[in-house]
């Protein structure tokens, strides 16, 4: 008789064993594919940065300002006022007969005189400062007759940037 309880024991033992591990399987499941998704989710990640160069990369903060450098360039090369003042901050002030700018409230930037005819195969960028959050200086160098630094402020308004002025060596 004491063998039988034993027997029926270890058997008894033995079910209630069984039945615990079973229940423990979904949730190690769940947790395996917890961090399945979480490792998906960062392979995703790395594989859309790996689709981008570092140099791209390195880029995506100067692309706007630089296309608006370019294009406040052309119009200055053809002495297109009207795309000037869309290009510009309100502050500055044109002047078509002077050729020149002024910047309201910054005494550095009075009767500034227009940049000279500029080809884009004779400019270089150099490289840019963020002054503030919404704000950055373009560096650009004329290298046709020497090298003549360009250092190009603008402004973030919205989604544009906008011309605020430029200072030559």
Known sequence: MMRKF??????AFA???????????PVTQGNQEMDLQAENEHLKAELEAAQY??????????????????RVIDAMNKKDYEALATLSVPKVEWDEQGETYTLQDDDS??????LSPIEFGNLEYRGFEPVSENEVQVFLAKVDDGNVAVYMDFVKTGDQWLYKGH???
């Open 6 to 11: 034993v027997l029926l024991f270890i058997f």
């Open 109 to 114: 930037k009075r009767n500034v005189s227009l």
């Open 53 to 70: 160069t570092s140099s791209e990369m390195d880029m995506g903060p100067i692309t706007g300002p630089l296309n608006a450098a370019f």
């Open 167 to 169: 200072l030559t060596n």
């Open 15 to 25: 079910l209630v064993a069984c039945g615990n591990s079973d229940e423990d399987l």
